[in-house]
């Protein structure tokens, strides 16, 4: 993960953690094409060789956006192709975030609307600020959410409230996200970064292939029905009985130390 990028800044607090920071600032971090084949290939990256991250924090550059949506002053004037052109990039690049086996956490710094809220969304969780605030605009311009929002706001809010949310485009604010369950953290104003660098060390000193694990058998078991789901966890469950991670976890209880987890 050495890679630079022209919309993004990759930084590694440490070796077990990574930050991917939406850097376009100047335009509220508006995802752009090139921001889209960035956040491809650092997500295509992440899932194909970790490497020692455990885990990885997505945030926005500044204090006042997380992420505004799409760039509309790109999109302006966009032929019928081009934006379709694009907007593949864009679901790519959404479905690498979803299928990230290493955990994400969306350090929300400021407003989220549109593909923004939908690229949080498809986190594991989110740390907010207070100030922040959330919705998804697309209804009124002429189009609709089509990063995934339409299916992962209805599972983090029920359907009723998602219908409420995109159908009328109306924000609603970081308490409201809160109460509605959207969002597990509300800090205040510049702490979500070190809030959910807090949350990722934890996450980082537990076993990596069972953190994966668990993470796969919670994504994929919520598509199944309860018995396939719970088969599906028993088959996650038995791939870490023979590894190394395993052995060390109960050895080190047994000798009332702190264990070294290998990931493997």
Known sequence: MSASYETLAIERP??????????????????????????????????????EVRCAILTGAGDKAFCGGGDLKQRNGMSVAAWKHQHEIFERSYWALHDCPVPVVAAVN?????????????????????????ALTEVTIGIMPGGTGTVTL??????RRA???ILTGR???AEEALEWGMV?????????????????????????????????????????DVRSAFRFEIEAYNRLVDTE????????????????????
Request: positive net charge; charged residues 25%.
């Open 154 to 159: 209805p599972r983090a809010v029920g359907e």
């Open 14 to 51: 440490s070796p077990e953690v990574m930050v991917v920071r939406l850097n376009r600032p100047e335009v509220s971090n508006a995802l752009n094409t090139q921001m889209g084949l960035d956040l491809l290939d650092v997500w295509t990256r992440l899932t194909a060789e970790p490497g």
């Open 184 to 224: 597990n953290r509300l800090v205040e104003p510049g702490a979500a970064l070190e809030a959910a660098l807090e949350t990722a060390r934890i996450i980082a000193g537990n076993a990596p292939l069972s953190v994966r694990q668990a993470k796969k058998a919670i994504h994929f078991g919520l598509q199944m």
């Open 110 to 134: 400021g407003h989220a609307f549109a593909g923004g809220l939908e690229m949080a969304l498809g986190c594991d969780f989110i740390y907010a600020v207070r100030t922040a605030r959330f």
């Open 171 to 173: 924000p609603f604010s």
């Open 245 to 264: 991670d395993r052995i060390e976890g109960v050895r080190a209880f047994n000798e009332k130390r702190k264990p070294v987890f290998k990931g493997r």
């Open 163 to 165: 219908k409420e949310i």
